[in-house]
Nanobody, 121 residues
Framework: QVQLVESGGGLVQAGGSLRLSCAAS????????MGWYRQAPGKQRELVAT???????NYADSVRGRFTISRDNAKNTVFLQMNSLEPADTAVYYC???????????????WGQGTQVTVSS
């Protein structure tokens, strides 16, 4: 089984910064794309940013230029540096990875438990 453990959420004032981390552990053969999604109250979960194993990135228009996704392949860890935070960024942030587990030939998507980010105005 693959587990994702997130850290780094919290309360910050508008204009501030936070850094989220997510480490994948377990019987992992290979981790493909890793990413971050978020879900605000009353809204659907939406993509924030993704990164491939080779470092290609993709961002939601709403965060491009303010957020930076990166990863440490040796540690199966993904980061999200969030700058110039806005109240609209308030949400539960979920880590996601597409990985192949030991004993399987197919990749699956795994989710973290979520971490709350609250931006006050």
């Amino acid at each position: 089984q693959v587990q994702l453990v997130e850290s780094g959420g919290g309360l910050v004032q508008a204009g501030g910064s936070l850094r989220l981390s997510c480490a994948a552990s377990g019987s992992i053969v290979r981790v493909n794309v890793m990413g971050w999604y978020r879900q605000a109250p009353g809204k659907q979960r939406e993509l924030v940013a993704t990164i491939t194993g080779r470092g290609s990135t993709n961002y939601a228009d709403s965060v491009r230029g303010r957020f930076t996704i990166s990863r440490d392949n040796a540690k199966n860890t993904v980061f999200l540096q969030m700058n110039s935070l806005e109240p609209a960024d308030t949400a539960v942030y979920y880590c996601n990875c597409n990985a192949v587990e030991s004993g399987s030939i197919f990749a699956r998507n795994y989710w973290g438990q979520g971490t709350q980010v609250t931006v006050s105005s």
